[in-house]
């Protein structure tokens, strides 16, 4: 079973940044994608971004031109860089492997 540790979360202020970190336990497979998804209070866990083993990024539309993903295979390690955080991004955030989770970082953004 992959390992997947996150980290980097954290309290800012409205229009802060952030970066998290993912570092998974082995070498990314072809064809495999790792996500991050999301889980506010009192919502469902939603996704918000994936980088594949190709390195072809995707974004939910609420964080597109925000938030960006990536990925440093030597380190088996990925990133999502948070720019212009706003209050509604506050959850937990998670990394996902299929078909492992991450225990999640804490996102607290100020108004």
């Known amino acids: 079973q992959v390992q997947l540790v996150e980290s980097g979360g954290g309290l800012v202020q409205a229009g802060g940044s952030l970066r998290l970190s993912c570092t998974v336990s082995?070498?990314?497979?072809?064809?495999?994608?790792l996500n991050w998804y999301r889980q506010a209070p009192g919502k469902q866990r939603e996704w918000v971004a994936g980088?594949?083993?190709?390195?072809?990024?995707n974004y939910a539309d609420s964080v597109k031109g925000r938030f960006t993903i990536s990925r440093d295979a030597a380190k088996s390690t990925m990133y999502l860089q948070m720019n212009s955080l706003k209050p509604e991004d506050t959850a937990v955030y998670y990394c996902?492997?299929?078909?492992?989770w991450g225990q999640g970082t804490q996102v607290t953004v100020s108004s």
């Open positions: 996902r492997l299929f078909p492992s």
């Open positions: 082995r070498t990314i497979f072809s064809g495999e994608t």
């Open positions: 980088i594949s083993s190709r390195g072809t990024t």
